[in-house]
């Protein structure tokens, strides 16, 4: 197991940026990968992106060109840059380290989130 801290959330005007980082209580090394999900009040949680041990990054087509994740084995970290925000980014947005199993990302271990809050 391994506890992730989230920070950098807040409240930010429609296209502005912001910049999640999570701090993990252990190395990342052998993390197989890592990701950030999104809850929206009302809706289900959404996998946002994830990274994988080899650097090798997915999203969801509703942040594709926007956000960008990245993580550094070395500071234990994986951050979300996220550019031209919109209302609808509007979410809690958690940290997790998981697991791939061919295209299929399962998380194991989640932090305890962090608000974003885009106004129009």
């Known amino acids: 197991q391994v506890q992730l801290v989230e920070s950098g959330g807040g409240l930010v005007q429609a296209g502005g940026s912001l910049r999640l980082s999570c701090a993990a209580s252990?190395?990342?090394?052998?993390?197989?990968?890592m990701g950030w999900y999104r809850q929206a009040p009302g809706k289900q949680r959404e996998l946002v992106a994830t990274c994988g041990s080899g650097g090798i990054t997915n999203y969801a087509d509703s942040v594709k060109g926007r956000f960008i994740i990245s993580r550094d084995n070395a500071k234990n970290t994986v951050d979300l840059q996220m550019n031209s925000l919109k209302p609808e980014d509007t979410a809690v947005y958690y940290c997790n380290a998981g697991t791939y199993f061919g295209s299929y990302y399962r998380p194991n271990d989640w932090g305890q989130g962090t608000q974003v809050t885009v106004s129009s």
């Open positions: 252990r190395s990342t090394f052998s993390i197989n990968a």
